[in-house]
Every structure is written in structure tokens, then in C-alpha cells.
């Protein structure tokens, strides 16, 4: 047997060894390249010399083995390590860390590679990039109303920083809450006057007193009354309904005189009469229109040494008046404050109107009622829908917003609880630029913008593999297609692709140190050993060669 084949099976020993370090080596130069994924090898031993073949048993003797003598080892495979690396915080939205299988794809010039490394940046034009070469990020871009398009057809993620979004004027308000079904009337019912009159006074003089009372929808006005002495314990009485500002309702309740006479021989000096009518009667003050209607009674009025006439409506107690607001929106963006009024009418019935200040324009068909089930479910809505029309000021276009009370337990209730009424919802926004991005775990780039609304701006994709380690690393922590690698399988982040995304972060190399140098004392050693072979096979070379000598 020569000794040649000794030789070789080192040099093929010492060779692989080599490759085995290199494959070390450089995992442990990328042992913070973001994104990277280290590499293994393993051997095999290549052909064998055979040096007698085997025979099969006989009836009289024994089979024999084969005998082989090997002629070194080759490499087996070099593998790469997909195993997950550890995520590092950044902080930054565009630093993007892959949860699972899958790998970005960019292209470049034409060309389409895929990547773990997620350090991207938005480069002049709005393109989503990998900064060291320029490879734009692929995925999906949104529709202008923010909608990403079904599929998986690539394009470049592109991102308009001088977005804005139009005014949007509202059309429709959402209300939720509770009215408590204990509350009293809103509506004033009884007006009551006690104290007295100076009976000394001159014919002329007068006393005057006032009070608010509220209309069924809440509305607050003043009632005055005056009485003027005409004669010796006789008096006109004069009663007259006004604004805040004093000025008549419309239509107008009172001025209205009638007359009070109190008996001189009553030592408490009660009224005697009133109105004609002995003994006196309250006076039904009522207006269809206005929603007033209360009684007045001034019956415990008596005459006396003083005046101090007082007067309490509904033993004064707070009239129920239960509001909620809501910023609403014209078609410029202009913002307007709707407030909405409740007050109660009746058992399970509730009036509701809505008003806008002065300034912000008109309001017509602002006013209708809700009405109750006995389980405290709303039972209908008048007018049912119930749409106000806006009308702003400064040039907008007139808007009808429609108001959703709900339906049943869903929206606004009557129950024993504490009146808390609130809007839930209106679907206008004023015009707004772009002031920020986020990134979610399934890829939606999301643009947050100047007046609080966001809107999906693109969607990144990933590819997943039938064979990962089929891919041919092209350096700058890419890879692009080859043999064997299959064809990729581009989808969106999440349950289809394994994979999601960690925005703010970035996927460190996978390469255990640990490891690397356990792996390294392996290769020295191995190489050290296929060295000596070489080294004792030329000796014994040598020794042949001497025997000529």
C-alpha cells in the first residue's frame, strides 16, 4: 500500500479543517452584523480503496468482509443557522426586528433580495430604504382613503411626508349614556308666593318680585309679578312672562292685571280675594307653544306692616337639564361645538335639542323627543332618523348631521342610575398634515396626523421559503434566489406568513460565541492531527528512499 494516499487523506484533512475555520471565522466577525445568521460545517469521508471484497457463506465455511482503506475526508455541507436571534431596542420606528420565518424583500435596479436586517430609514423621496445600498423596501401602498389593496403584488413603500388630509364635515354623531329615570319634570309646574304687602303703602306704590321658570325643553325665562296698591287693601296684580334679557316671549304671556284684595279684619290679613274669585285660586299660566305650564299662586301673599313678598317654583327644587357635547365639523374643517339638551317631559319621555353658539351658524330642525320602554330600553326616536341641518358661518356648505341615539340597550337608556349622557362618536375631522408614523406587528405603516386621526399609509410584506438555506448570501446581509431555494412565498405579517414585525427594534446575529470557540479548538486540533499524518508519512517516505543508499 503506497504511502501517497496517506498524504493526500491529510492534505484533505488540513484543507477542510481550514474551510471549517474560515466558516468560523467569519461568524464570529459578523457577531454583531444585525440580522445575521452564523454557519455550520459538516464532513464526510470521500472515496474508499477497497483491498478485498467480501464473500457470502457457504455450507462449509464462513463468509468474509469487505476491507476498504479510505482516501481522506471532504466537505459535507455548509449549513446556515436560521435559528431567531435576540432583539435590541432602538427606539426608532423605522429599526423593524422579523418574529418568525420570513425575510423582508427589496429590490434594487430591478433586482429582488431579501433581507433580516430591518435598519431602514425614509430616504428625500419618501421611499422606505436600506441606507447602505439604497434596496427599497416592498409591500403594499394605501388607497387614498387609506385602504390596502387585497393581494400580494409588490410595489415600493413610498411614503408622502407632505401628506394632509382633507376637512371631512361631519355627518354623523354617535350618543350613549343614561337619563335618570327618578328626575322630576324639567318643565316648572308650581309657582308659589308667600310673605307680605305693606298695607300702609300710598295708592301707586309697588312691589315687585320675579323668579325663572323653565319651559319643557329646558329653556330658562323669568316671571315677573307686581303689585300695585289702587285703593285701601286692594291691589292690581300684574303678571307678565320675559326673556333673560326682558324682553316679551313669543308668543306673549302677560302683561296680565288682575285684581288682589285682602281682608282688613283678618289679623294675619289673608287675601280675601282674587281675579273675582273668593276665596282666591291659583292662575294657570300655559303656553302650547312656548312648552310652559305651571300653575301661580300668590294665595299665601298677606298684607301686612312690611313687604317681602318671596317666591319659590317647585319648592326650588333644580330643574332637570341634562347636556352633552360634541365637536362637530363643516366642510372647510372649521370646528363647531354642538351641545345637545335633554329634559324631561314625562314618565319615560325626554325631549332632546341641540344648539351651536351664535358665531358658528344656525340650526334648524334641532329639536325632537325619546321615549322609553318600562325596562329602561329606548323604545323610539322622533322624527326618527333624526337629521339637523347646520348652517356655518364663514362660506362652509351646509351639513346635515344625523344624530344615533342607539336602539334598545345600545345607546342611551332610562334606568334609576345617574344621568351621564356623552357622545360616542362623529365621524368629521378638520384638514391635517402628517406628523408622525407608526409601525404595527402586521406591517401597516399607520400615518398620525395633525388632527388626531390616523389613516394606513402601506403595508410591508415578507417572504417566507420552501428552503431557506437554498438562498445565496450576496453580502450586506441580503440574499437572492438560487438553486434549490424554491420559490418565494410573499404574503402579509401574521397567521399566513409565521412572521411579524417588531418596530422600534432590530434582530442581533445569532452566532453563540460560546460555541464558535468550542468549534475552533475542534478545528486547531484537527488540523494539528491531519499535519502529523503528513509529517510521519513523508518520514517513512524518507526511509524508503534510504534503502538505495
Do not use: C
Not at 493526500?8 to 479543517?17: E, M, R, Y
Not at 435559528?83 to 426586528?97: C, K, S, V, W, Y
Not at 323627543?369 to 341641518?389: E, K, R, Y
Amino acid at each position: 500500500m503506497s504511502l501517497i494516499n496517506s498524504l493526500f487523506a491529510g492534505v484533505s484533512g488540513i484543507k477542510n479543517h481550514q474551510a471549517m475555520l474560515d466558516v468560523i471565522g467569519n461568524n464570529i466577525a459578523n457577531v454583531n452584523s444585525i440580522g445575521f445568521k452564523g454557519s455550520r460545517v459538516t464532513f464526510s469521508d470521500t472515496f474508499n480503496q477497497f483491498v478485498r471484497y467480501g464473500t457470502n457463506p457457504t455450507d462449509t465455511s464462513g463468509g468474509t468482509n469487505t476491507f476498504q482503506i479510505g482516501l481522506g475526508m471532504k466537505l459535507n455541507s455548509v449549513d446556515r443557522n436560521w435559528n431567531q436571534g435576540t432583539f435590541e431596542r432602538t427606539g426608532i420606528t423605522t429599526d423593524l426586528a422579523l418574529q418568525g420565518d420570513g425575510l423582508f424583500v427589496l429590490e434594487r435596479n430591478g433586482e429582488r433580495m431579501y433581507s433580516r436586517a430591518g435598519a431602514f430609514v425614509f430616504d428625500a423621496d419618501g421611499k422606505l430604504v436600506n441606507p447602505q445600498n439604497g434596496a427599497i423596501v416592498q409591500g403594499k401602498v394605501a388607497t387614498e382613503d387609506g385602504a390596502i389593496p387585497p393581494g400580494n403584488n409588490l410595489e415600493d413603500i413610498v411614503i408622502d411626508s407632505n401628506l394632509r388630509l382633507p376637512a371631512v364635515a361631519t355627518t354623523k354623531t354617535s350618543w350613549g349614556g343614561n337619563l335618570d329615570s327618578t328626575s322630576p319634570l324639567t318643565r316648572s309646574e308650581n309657582y308659589v308666593e308667600t310673605g307680605s304687602i305693606n298695607g300702609t303703602m300710598n295708592v301707586g306704590d309697588k312691589v315687585t318680585e320675579s323668579n325663572s321658570v323653565y319651559d319643557e325643553m329646558g329653556n330658562e325665562y323669568k316671571f315677573n309679578v307686581t303689585y300695585e296698591k289702587t285703593a285701601a287693601d286692594t291691589y292690581n296684580l300684574t303678571y307678565e312672562l320675559t326673556d333673560l334679557d326682558g324682553n316679551p316671549t313669543s308668543p306673549a304671556i302677560g302683561p296680565t292685571t288682575v285684581q288682589a284684595v285682602f281682608d282688613s279684619t283678618d289679623p294675619d290679613g289673608a287675601m280675601k280675594s282674587l281675579d273675582g274669585n273668593s276665596p282666591p285660586q291659583k292662575i294657570n299660566i300655559s303656553d302650547s307653544t312656548l312648552g310652559i305650564n305651571f300653575d301661580f299662586d300668590p294665595t299665601g301673599v298677606t298684607q301686612k306692616s312690611s313687604n317681602t313678598v318671596t317666591s319659590a317654583v317647585d319648592n326650588n327644587r333644580e330643574p332637570t337639564i341634562v347636556k352633552g357635547t360634541v365637536s362637530v365639523f363643516d366642510s372647510l374643517g372649521n370646528a363647531h361645538t354642538l351641545t345637545l339638551t335633554y329634559t324631561k317631559l314625562d314618565s319615560n319621555s325626554w325631549s332632546w335639542k341641540a344648539d351651536v353658539p351664535a358665531s358658528s351658524g344656525t340650526l334648524s330642525d334641532n329639536s325632537g323627543s325619546l321615549t322609553f320602554n318600562s325596562d329602561g330600553s329606548l323604545a323610539s326616536v322622533s322624527p326618527n332618523p333624526p337629521v339637523i341641518v347646520l348652517q356655518p358661518e364663514g362660506g362652509a356648505s351646509q351639513s346635515n348631521i344625523e344624530l344615533n341615539f342607539g336602539e334598545k340597550f345600545d345607546g342611551i337608556t332610562q334606568t334609576s342610575a345617574n344621568s351621564v349622557i356623552s357622545a360616542l362618536s362623529q365621524n368629521g375631522s378638520a384638514a391635517a398634515t402628517l406628523s408622525n408614523i407608526s409601525i404595527d406587528q402586521l406591517g401597516y405603516i399607520v400615518g398620525v396626523f395633525t388632527n388626531g386621526q390616523s389613516r394606513k399609509l402601506a403595508q410591508i410584506l415578507v417572504a417566507n421559503f420552501p428552503n431557506r438555506n437554498g438562498l445565496t448570501s450576496i453580502g450586506e446581509n441580503m440574499y437572492t434566489v438560487s438553486a434549490n431555494a424554491g420559490d418565494p412565498l410573499i404574503g402579509e405579517p401574521g397567521e399566513g406568513s409565521n412572521t411579524t414585525i417588531q418596530s422600534g427594534a432590530l434582530e442581533q446575529s445569532n452566532v453563540d460565541l460560546s460555541e464558535e470557540f468550542t468549534r475552533m479548538i475542534v478545528s486547531q486540533r484537527g488540523y494539528q492531527a491531519n499535519a502529523r499524518v503528513i509529517t510521519v508519512s513523508d518520514t517513512l517516505l524518507q526511509e524508503i528512499t534510504n534503502l538505495v543508499r
